[in-house]
């Protein structure tokens, strides 16, 4: 089966903070994604990596960066957390590109910036 | 850009009865992929069934299927003899990268 995990399930950050959020697939899938996840607005992308130290923004990228440094390892950065960060991440990895891929999806990390 | 609009943002349904979940959807490309996402209560994203535009047949995962009109650009869901574990939420979404609805809440009353 495949894994996707992310390092924190809940994380609480001041504001101005610069916060890390990890995440690791262990299938050798070459795609990894980045969403927000906010009631009443379902699922919204970030960036996303078709390969190693590649990326591309999504839907929402104003106020994040990511880092692909291994294939495995998928990293979303906040440069100066706001309140309006406050959210849910969810991290997905699919096997190949294409958009008939199916994605795979780590537990989400929820992130309250104070 | 492509949008995808879930109507229902809550249903509910007994336990052993069909529900039906609607998702319409709008793009322009000849050939996509749909596909509805289960998340449960503090639970991994998980899919349940996608279906190629290309194919005029609707895709089917056991209790779960799918009515597909792709002139009327619309894509739902049936969930047939429904469990408690069917409770979570429903997205529908376009492609990948995921274009998604807003979702559906689903309650199973025992």
């Known amino acids: 089966d495949v894994k996707v995990t992310q390092s924190s399930r809940y994380l609480v950050k001041r504001t101005g903070e610069k916060v890390f959020l990890e995440c690791v697939q262990d299938?050798?899938?070459?795609?990894m994604f980045w969403y927000r996840q906010d009631p009443g607005l379902g699922l919204r992308l970030i960036y996303f990596s078709y390969d190693v130290k590649m990326k591309e923004k999504g839907d929402i990228p104003e106020g994040y960066s990511v880092s692909r440094e291994k294939k495995e390892r998928f990293s979303l950065i906040l440069e100066s957390a706001s309140t309006n960060q406050t959210s849910m991440y969810l991290c997905a990895s699919s096997l190949g590109q294409g958009f008939q891929e199916t994605q795979y999806f780590g537990p989400g990390t929820r992130l309250l910036v104070l | 850009a492509q949008t995808v609009t879930q109507s229902q943002p809550e249903m509910s349904v007994q336990e052993a009865e069909t529900v039906t979940l609607s998702c319409t959807y709008d793009t322009s490309e000849s050939d996509y992929y749909l596909f509805w996402y289960k998340q449960p209560p503090s639970r991994q994203m998980i899919l349940v069934i996608r279906q190629e535009a290309y194919k005029q047949q609707n895709a089917t995962e056991n209790r779960f299927s799918v009515n597909f009109q792709k002139a009327a650009k619309s894509f739902s869901l049936k969930i047939s003899d429904s469990q408690l574990g069917d409770a979570a939420m429903y997205f529908c979404?376009?492609?990948?990268?995921?274009?998604f609805g807003k979702g559906t809440r689903l309650s199973v009353i025992a």
């Open positions: 979404a376009y492609n990948t990268p995921l274009v």
């Open positions: 299938m050798d899938h070459e795609n």
